[in-house]
């Protein structure tokens, strides 16, 4: 696996912000983090019966989907966008989360950075450095045209519709999902390492889950910055820390989607009491 895109994350965080200390900031009157896509209660052009397992969106090699053998497109389901690490792609998403998906009937859609990393950290790579903030690039409207198929294709939940990433995926997953609140519900972001200005008011859930001996990506950030400033901008935030490493615990993604779909309280609680 590829690291090249993670170095940089950390670094953004001294940005100053005049929402949050320790939030990275960019421009916000480009509104280029803003998600058009939402799901079709109409299903115009729906398949009234694909396939269940993995499988590529139609004319979308880049973003794979799971379905569920439970799906039934005459009931909505649920629905979670995976975010990938550096180096990875969306197929090893889907291979971490689709045992849960299986088990709680949830549509999985993992689209491909265009590059080895998201946009935002290939960005910051070029510019160490240089005293700017890297902005959104091309990644928001490839992930912005997945959905759309998606959501037109599929028979998904308005109301349970999350976004979860890893590493770097975590990070961009983060700042995207925090400024589309009003479509991802909740995030749920491993191990993440950077948080861009949140324009609006903050809402929804956010949970955060994080080794405390990580070292590719520390966890005092996402302790001591991230989960206070998302609680300060009105996220219901729970930080979920562990004895580990940079890793996606079988155990913490179970328990992220019990908290999820079903509001099942994590064994860690809320901020500054998780362990």
């Known amino acids: 696996m590829r690291w090249r895109g993670l170095s940089v994350c950390l670094v953004i965080l001294i940005a ?6 320790g939030v990275a900031e960019t421009n916000p009157a480009g509104a280029l983090w803003d998600i058009q896509a939402r799901p079709d209660t109409q299903g115009a052009e729906r398949d009234p019966a694909p396939d269940a397992g ?59 950075a ?26 928001v409207d490839r992930i912005d045209s997945a959905l759309q198929e998606a959501f037109a ?19 961009y997953g983060l700042s995207l999902g925090a400024n589309n609140a009003d479509l991802f519900e909740t995030v749920i972001a491993f191990a993440p390492g950077l948080l861009m200005r949140v324009n609006g008011e903050g809402r929804g859930r956010v949970m955060l889950v994080h080794g405390e001996r990580d070292e590719v990506l520390p966890v005092k950030p996402t302790k001591d910055i991230f989960a206070p400033a998302l609680k300060q901008l009105g996220f219901n935030v729970q930080l979920r820390l562990f004895d580990g490493g940079h890793v996606m615990p079988e155990n913490l993604r179970e328990e992220a989607f019990d908290w999820w779909l079903d509001g099942v309280p994590t064994s860690g609680g809320t901020v500054g009491t998780a362990r």
Do not use: N
């Open 16 to 21: 100053a912000s005049s929402v949050a200390p």
């Open 54 to 112: 993995m499988d590529s969106l139609p004319g979308m090699s880049w973003a794979k989907v799971y379905i569920p053998t439970s799906y039934d497109p005459e009931r909505p389901a649920p629905m979670a966008l995976l975010l990938h690490g550096s180096g990875d792609r969306g197929h090893t998403m889907i291979r971490a989360f689709r045992d849960l998906a299986e088990e709680h009937g949830v549509i999985l859609l993992a689209p491909d």
């Open 114 to 139: 265009l590059d080895y990393s998201w946009d935002i950290m290939v960005a910051g790579a070029r510019l160490r450095g240089v005293k700017r903030v890297p902005d959104w690039g091309p990644d």
């Open 153 to 171: 294709t599929f028979a998904v939940d308005p109301k349970r519709v999350s976004l979860i990433g890893f590493s770097d995926g975590a990070g």
